[in-house]
């Protein structure tokens, strides 16, 4: 794990395209039970280094029912994202995607090494089609039917700003999906 870990570290392959230069943002240990694939970081958390490190972050672990102390604690929750670096913002606002060569990269050398890994959860629309296919229903659907996915997987929306609205429109996300991801993560870190 270390070889690896310490690889994606180091990698400078997006350097040229990268608004901020590349700074890999991550968080593995075997031991991790629960397998955050993300989209990218943020801003805040390229400059912290620290994934989730922001009103996202917040918002994800009040979803996942878990402390700061114990999300970071990476015996308890693994962070790979999909783009490991910070990719910029789109001209109209919003960060750009995940770099298209960082999770074809780096996601077969690292999650074999995860092994106690038992639940993957699919942060964002990005993390979704990465790990389930691009084909397949929207993102609420996907969402919505996470049963269909487990027990490996769990997809979620993004925790951004923009969810807020989303979950106003979908209501059976707070009253039926957050239940059940609480319960898969508690019993996981049990």
């Known amino acids: 794990m270390a070889e690896a870990e310490a690889a994606a570290r180091a990698c400078t392959l997006c350097a040229p395209v990268l608004p901020l230069g590349p700074r890999p943002i991550m968080q593995l240990d075997p031991r991790a039970r ?7 970081p943020g801003t805040k958390a ?7 490190d922001d009103a996202s972050g917040e918002r994800l672990r009040d979803w996942l029912g878990v402390d700061r102390d114990t999300f970071y604690d990476p015996a308890c929750f693994a962070i790979l994202p999909t783009g490991l670096c910070y990719p910029g913002r789109l001209p109209r606002g919003g960060d750009a995607p995940p770099r298209p060569e960082c999770a074809p990269l780096w996601h077969p050398r690292i999650v074999p090494l995860l092994t106690g890994v038992r639940l993957r959860l699919l942060v964002g629309s990005y993390a979704i089609r990465r790990v389930l296919g691009a084909k397949g229903p ?6 919505r039917r996470h049963a269909d996915v487990q027990p490996a997987h769990f997809p979620l929306p993004h925790p951004s700003w923009r969810t807020l609205a989303w979950a106003k429109r979908n209501p059976w996300f707070e009253a039926e999906v957050i239940p059940a991801l609480r319960r898969d993560v508690s019993r996981l870190l049990r």
């Open 46 to 52: 390229h400059l912290s280094g620290i994934p989730f």
């Open 138 to 143: 929207p993102l609420a659907e996907r969402v």
């Open 34 to 40: 629960i397998l955050i694939t993300s989209q990218a």
